[in-house]
């Protein structure tokens, strides 16, 4: 019998391999972040235990080892079928684990095979059906129920394969076997997806293909999902975006769009407590919209305390306080006394025209010294997010005693927004609000608390990269780009911090994208 992990053809001496892979992908993850890093970041976000992760990255080694691309398209695989499976509702643990490994098999397949792009015949076909068998037969005993959906994901494609499927290695109930079938049929989509931006001349001349091609191929391949594909482009799950190429769909959008420059015709073009107001209401109501792991979004509310009106009201209720607090400094020439009472009129009034609890205390905290070294230092938007963190770092050490009260005062009304009991603590040594947070920083139990805490005193470090990744990843859409500052964000942060914490570094980095490019077409 042939043994898992052996060629169905051998491969030369590997030393007589080219330097560099016949085989490539047309790139349509930002490369920022190593697939790896990304990979792994979502293990951790969506609960895959830690053993499993590493069986996951035991099993495709021998296929890393021998083809890196293939390797590559495994990880793209499992994380898209994960993202399938957050937008549909089902299993996305099971998805991304079965993605991931729904072709650890071809490590038993000609090295030459598996880097082939031109001149594929029907030969290798049946040479290369073989690794599905293969890859169920290398995950039996570690990952059962993988291998019982990873037998299925080539089966709904014409001349579909195995032929014989094998045996259920237990005895499924219907709906559990009907479950695998179904998700089966999702990594097929999700590996039909990222192989079509293999390039190659399967479907015509040697070339990638363009995004647009793409998505007419996934409709003409999967006549039987063609709704289920529309939704999939529709929410983000799949796009027509591709690294180094022009979106069309953006450029569509953009075309003739000459009330863009005309929208801001009765806009101030130096910085106003008016513009602030805005731009506060607008970065806090789409916080909450983009996907990000466990937290609430437009798909879903992750509790009944923590719903989406919620998060879009009380953005846009605090920023009537942003506006005074500008008021109040935007012709001051130094720091006056009791700054954060806005925060504390902010947290009280996030609460008008809703129920629910805190929400936002933690946006609200990172806007108040961000805010003031705007409204103090650059009225004309001249200055870099850099600069502008480097200040707002500053103003809490010019702070005064009667501001590290308004910020006890704010927190203990969120707290109380909540109904909580919660003591705050005062530290009556501290005279300034970055003292305050050094304090706190100190005394801090948890690691949720420490990696907020830690963003005050380090300088607002998470703020800045996710400022830098909005305005600079890659991605056509605002959506892609706040899911992947967040995904960078959770990977510095690591899994035992709270994702509310991640996510007020959102909200934080939206405004200081929006207040200091404020004529950028941000949206969209």
């Not at 053993?51 to 890393?64: Q, R, V, Y």
């Not at 806009?267 to 602030?276: E, F, I, M, Q």
């Amino acid at each position: 019998m042939q043994a898992v992990g052996q060629d169905i053809h051998p491969s030369p001496d590997p030393r007589s391999r080219p330097q560099e892979f016949q085989a490539k992908y047309s790139e349509y993850l930002d490369p920022e972040m190593p697939l790896e890093d990304r990979f792994r970041t979502i293990a951790h976000e969506i609960g895959v235990q830690p053993e499993d992760l590493e069986g996951i990255f035991e099993m495709l080694g021998p296929l890393k080892a021998k083809h890196p691309p293939t390797y590559h398209h495994c990880l793209r695989v499992g994380i898209l079928a994960q993202k399938i499976g957050s937008f549909l509702q089902l299993d996305e643990k099971a998805l991304f684990m079965a993605g991931a490994l729904h072709d650890a098999g071809k490590a038993a397949v000609d090295f030459y095979l598996l880097d082939k792009i031109e001149g594929w015949n029907e030969q290798d076909s049946k040479l290369m059906a073989r690794h599905v068998e293969e890859s169920w037969k290398l995950l039996q005993g570690r990952f059962d129920f993988c291998a019982e959906i990873v037998k299925h994901h080539h089966r709904f494609q014409p001349n579909g394969y195995p032929q014989r499927v094998p045996k259920a290695l237990h005895e499924y109930s219907l709906a559990s076997s009907s479950h695998a079938l179904r998700l089966g049929r999702l990594i097929a989509l999700a590996d039909v997806y990222d192989s079509l931006h293999r390039v190659n001349s399967r479907h015509g001349e040697l070339r990638a293909q363009t995004g647009e091609e793409i998505k007419e191929k996934m409709f003409q391949f999967s006549p039987d999902m063609e709704p289920q594909v529309e939704q999939l482009y529709h929410s983000g799950a799949f796009s027509t975006f591709v690294l180094g190429s022009p979106n069309e769909e953006t450029l569509r959008l953009d075309e003739g769009d000459s009330l863009y420059e005309e929208s801001f015709r009765y806009t101030d073009t130096h910085r106003t407590p008016l513009n602030t107001q805005r731009a506060v209401a607008v970065a806090c109501a789409l916080e909450p919209l983009s996907d990000k792991f466990n937290c609430t979004t437009r798909r879903k509310d992750v509790s009944r305390h923590l719903k989406l009106p919620y998060f879009i009201a009380a953005g846009i209720n605090i920023g009537d306080a942003f506006r005074e607090m500008g008021q109040l400094l935007k012709d001051s020439e130094v720091v006056p006394s009791g700054v954060y009472r806005f925060a504390e009129r902010a947290q009280l009034e996030s609460k008008r025209n809703r129920r629910g609890g805190r929400v936002n205390a933690g946006m609200i905290e990172l806007l108040v010294p961000i805010v003031a070294a705007q409204h103090l230092h650059d009225p004309d938007y001249a200055m870099s997010p850099k600069e502008i963190l480097q200040l707002a770092s500053d103003f809490m050490r010019r702070t005064a005693r009667a501001d590290v009260d308004g910020l006890i005062s704010a927190k203990h009304i969120a707290y109380q927004l909540s109904h909580q009991e919660r003591k705050v603590p005062v530290y009556p040594e501290a005279a300034t609000v970055a003292e305050y947070y050094e304090r706190d920083l100190l005394e801090s139990q948890t690691p949720t608390s420490r990696v907020h805490n830690q963003e005050f005193v380090a300088g607002f470090p998470t703020v800045e990269l996710i400022c830098d990744v909005i305005r600079n990843s890659p991605y056509p859409h605002l959506d892609q780009r706040v899911e992947e500052a967040y995904l960078r964000a959770r990977a510095i942060h690591g899994k035992e911090v709270g994702p509310g914490v991640t996510a007020d570094h959102i909200a934080a980095g939206l405004y200081l994208v929006l207040s200091q490019f404020p004529r950028e077409r941000v949206i969209g």
